[in-house]
């Protein structure tokens, strides 16, 4: 493929434009042609050459020439004002010529424009010049002169800028050269110039300066000594076969005269002003640190000089980057071309120069390439995550973002259409296509649950793995639930969870998905149940997972879920090991709180989704590190992580929420609380039932009362029944501390109700050894204005505690974005009372409220009783009751 260069040509007629001519490197100075080659379209849209085509679709506009067609040699209008912005984005692509030869543009220094004058009385004689910092120059010897608000001239083979303060006008009146007024003429110039005041003017001169000779105008020539391009020497080519070593001061005095000594010491005073430093030595003259090496020598060939490895073969940028990419299964083979000039090398010769730090790529006899550090900063990346598989580059799907970044920086980028709708969806999740829920899902999902079955239904497509971290509350559970609905279970799908979650994740696949059988596996017999009854879904906790970890890493599950996956944070533990073994097509991680102490934790998590996708822990720490001082760690870790993430905050989806969600959360108790309540239930059994069946209800309402505050006591806590107990742990205290957690990591807020300012203590202690700051009200606060005020607008106080009977009323708590119910009542009035507490007028978002329910106790049978008898259930509940609406079979109902 030609490379195409813009070529400076000339000013237009009228001096409104600056014209320029696209050509092909190589080919002779620029000549006008109404009829020469067309110029590709992929050369036109590349940038900065697409900002040349957009002023000359611009001028042919106004010309109302609607022409699209760009050909070699013709003539590109671009406006006065903007050729200096377009020539200082066109310099470093080495793109931009002068009338077909190299050109070397100085944007830094300024250059003053001197009028020196000679005035006889009835003559003036104006002789205006350019005064650079080692030669004055005359305007006649220029090539092109251009006014404008900064004003440029180029003269050989160097374009320089006037000073910025200089206006126009005083160039646009002696571009033309030297002049002799007369007259009228003459004495309007005097009165011009009788106040001029720099720096807006030119300078005077009253004596004519001394305008040196044009010389011969060298190109300069550095020279590597070694194969790091550390140490240099200067050479200048004077073309006709001079090509000489720059002198030294020394050696001043024996200079050749054509040798135009200022702008050879221009040339080294440029090459001193960047990284390289005068270190003579046995073997070259100047020497560059090792680090500056590749940006030096970029910025040098961007300026139009010639440079020379140690074995004298030319050294070349600006490479044409050209990738396809096809997809191959789970992976994405990558092919392509790179050509610098005529020479074409494959990318995998790219590729593995950049994996290996090289800063110079052979391109055989006579010529090496130049890696620039935009080369290693876009391609680093991706060639970490290349492979070489039979001489073919392979990428394995999840490491796309990689390849993204690649994108842009190419020249030439292409993929097929698979790959195609991949990037769309991947990209901001827009092209994800509508999952349909299967036919047995009994249920609705809100809008945005549908976008993440439709995430995750993509996901299982694309044979991806990802974190679904929305809030809490916003429903994952039912959006995997839908997704399983979804999917050909003919192997088990595992899900693991906090064991306190087990019945609850159980309870609501049955509800919602009841045509899929499922197992507990938990407690005795649980390998030969899985063995033998073939569920379609499977649940199991932590615990059990790190315990059976030998005998569940050899089944094969058709996906495996973890629910409050920031438990394997911690990748050195066995419990993420246990997680890691596991064997399963997808894989889904569920976390309201992904990140808890810092993105080292995502490592742990993305192990278990994808291990190759973040690296290994030491590079993916070195990267973490790096990341505090530059960005780009940061970013490059963001775009490989993006597409994996699904992460809703409640006020992002508020529009889809209703004013209260209200939840029941089902716990099954642990051994010992188990134990505790099941002997207090068998005396109940034993004593109090055979009273009432003798005595009726009547005579025994009291213990009967007594009896059921008992059992309510122990399923939140066994301290509250016996001070002896009190060492067994509680599956309401393990659920609501892991809910705390969360809520404190988001940042949110909420109020903790209970009936017993005894199990608010206990929760006190908890929230005491985390150091989490916390409100409280009972009914022996006297000042209930100050725990509000601090709840309300303390942002460092996330919790309040609360008794029933002291938050009952005219209470307005509209700082909570979530209230928990540990003890739940039977009043719906009470009840709905507690969560409006939270949901008052001035509130914009939703209130989301959590019933906490153990399984097998009294509270599930008021739940289920509570359905049918409402006043019954609240005579037991409420003091000074009889209780009377009671049956013998509703108590043995209660007590069984």
Not at 554 to 570: G, P, Y
Not at 834 to 844: E, L, W, Y
């Amino acid at each position: 493929m030609s490379i195409y260069l813009c070529s400076l040509e000339k000013l237009s007629s009228d001096g409104e434009m600056v014209i320029f001519r696209m050509i092909r490197k190589g080919s002779p100075s620029s000549v006008k042609s109404t009829l020469g080659p067309k110029i590709p379209q992929t050369v036109l849209t590349q940038a900065p050459v697409s900002s040349l085509v957009h002023y000359e679709k611009q001028y042919r506009r106004q010309k109302q020439n609607f022409s699209s067609d760009f050909r070699e040699g013709d003539d590109l209008h671009v406006p006065v004002e903007d050729a200096l912005d377009l020539i200082k984005k066109l310099a470093p692509s080495s793109k931009l010529s002068f009338r077909g030869k190299p050109l070397v543009c100085d944007l830094f220094g300024q250059v003053d424009l001197l009028y020196q004058i000679d005035d006889s009385g009835e003559e003036l004689y104006l002789h205006p010049y350019f005064r650079t910092r080692k030669e004055d120059l005359s305007l006649d010897i220029c090539d092109l002169i251009v006014a404008a608000d900064v004003s440029w001239f180029v003269k050989g083979i160097s374009l320089r800028l006037l000073n910025k303060e200089l206006h126009p006008k005083w160039l646009r009146k002696v571009q033309d050269g030297e002049q002799i007024l007369e007259g009228e003429e003459r004495l309007q110039f005097l009165r011009l110039i009788e106040d001029l005041e720099a720096p807006w003017g030119p300078i005077l001169e009253i004596e004519k300066a001394k305008i040196e000779e044009k010389k011969a105008e060298p190109l300069p020539v550095l020279c590597l000594k070694d194969h790091y391009g550390a140490f240099a020497d200067l050479w200048m080519d004077y073309g006709s076969e001079r090509f000489v070593p720059f002198f030294s001061n020394r050696e001043a005095g024996k200079l050749e005269e054509w040798r135009n000594k200022e702008l050879e010491l221009q040339w080294e005073q440029d090459l001193l002003e960047s990284s390289f430093i005068r270190k003579d030595t046995e073997n070259a003259q100047y020497f560059c640190p090792m680090d500056q090496v590749s940006n030096s020598l970029s910025f040098f060939l961007e300026m139009g000089w010639k440079i020379k490895d140690q074995k004298d073969r030319e050294l070349l940028s600006g490479a044409l980057l050209n990738i396809d990419c096809k997809s191959d299964g789970d992976r994405i083979l990558v092919e392509g071309k790179v050509k610098w000039g005529e020479t074409e090398l494959e990318v995998k010769d790219l590729v593995d120069a950049v994996k290996k730090g090289d800063t110079f790529l052979s391109l055989g006899p006579q010529k090496v390439a130049l890696l620039h550090a935009k080369d290693f900063e876009h391609l680093g990346s991706l060639a970490k995550d290349l492979e070489l598989v039979s001489e073919q580059l392979v990428l394995n799907r999840s490491r796309w973002g990689a390849l993204e970044h690649v994108s842009d920086y190419a020249d030439h980028f292409t993929v097929d259409a698979d790959i195609s709708a991949m990037r769309r969806a991947l990209g901001d999740f827009a092209g994800i296509k509508h999952a349909e829920i299967g036919a047995d899902f009994k249920g609705a999902l809100r809008p945005y649950q549908q976008e993440g079955l439709n995430w995750l239904s993509f996901l299982a497509a694309y044979r991806f793995h990802g974190i679904l971290a929305d809030d809490m509350g916003l429903g994952k559970t039912i959006q995997v639930l839908a997704l399983l609905s979804t999917l050909d279970l003919e192997k088990p799908a595992l899900i693991v969870v906090p064991s306190s979650l087990l019945f609850n994740w159980s309870s609501e696949c049955k509800t919602f998905v009841p045509r899929l059988n499922t197992l507990i596996y938990h407690g005795k017999g649980r390998k030969e149940a899985l063995d033998q009854e073939a569920p379609h879904v499977c649940f199991t906790s932590y615990g059990t997972l790190r315990q059976d970890r030998e005998h569940l890493s050899q089944k094969e599950f058709s996906a495996i879920i973890l629910d409050e996956a920031q438990v394997i944070k911690n990748p050195d533990s066995q419990v993420a090991q246990a997680a890691c073994s596991l064997r399963g097509d997808l894989r889904i991680c569920l976390s309201g709180t992904p990140v808890e102490n810092s993105l080292e934790d995502l490592w742990s998590q993305f192990r278990f989704l994808m291990p190759d996708l973040l690296g290994d822990r030491t590079s993916f720490r070195a990267d973490l590190q790096a990341a505090l001082s530059d960005q780009r760690f940061y970013q490059n870790i963001k775009k490989k992580i993006h597409p994996f993430i699904l992460r809703r905050k409640k006020e992002d989806v508020a529009r889809d929420l209703p004013e209260k969600i209200e939840q029941n959360l089902f716990l099954t108790m642990e051994s010992e609380q188990r134990e505790v309540y099941d002997r207090f239930l068998s005396s109940l059994k034993q004593g109090l039932l055979k009273k009432v069946s003798l005595d009726g209800l009547k005579k025994h309402r009291m213990e009967i009362f007594e009896a059921i505050l008992r059992l309510r006591q122990i399923a939140c806590h066994t301290a509250l029944f016996d001070q002896e107990e009190g060492s067994f742990s509680s599956i309401k205290v393990k659920a609501l501390v892991q809910d705390l957690e969360t809520i404190v990591q988001e940042g949110k807020k909420v109020l903790v109700y209970s009936q017993f300012t005894s199990f608010l203590a206990i929760i006190k202690k908890e929230c005491s050894e985390r150091e989490w700051n916390y409100a409280y009200l009972d009914g022996s606060v006297k000042n209930r204005e100050e725990p509000v005020r601090s709840f309300q607008e303390d942002p460092e106080v996330p919790i309040f505690l609360m008794s029933l009977k002291a938050g009952a009323l005219g209470l307005n708590l509209t700082a909570a974005d979530y209230v928990f119910l540990l003890d739940p009542w039977w009043n719906e009035a009470v009840e709905a009372q507690a969560i409006d507490r939270a949901h008052r007028i001035g509130r914009s978002s939703s209130v989301i409220a959590k019933r906490y329910l153990v399984r097998d106790s009294i509270e599930e049978r008021m739940m289920e009783l509570k359905k049918s008898k409402q006043a019954m259930v609240e005579g037991i509940l409420s003091e000074g009751v009889s209780g009377q609406n009671l049956s013998i079979d509703d108590l043995g109902f209660l007590l069984s």
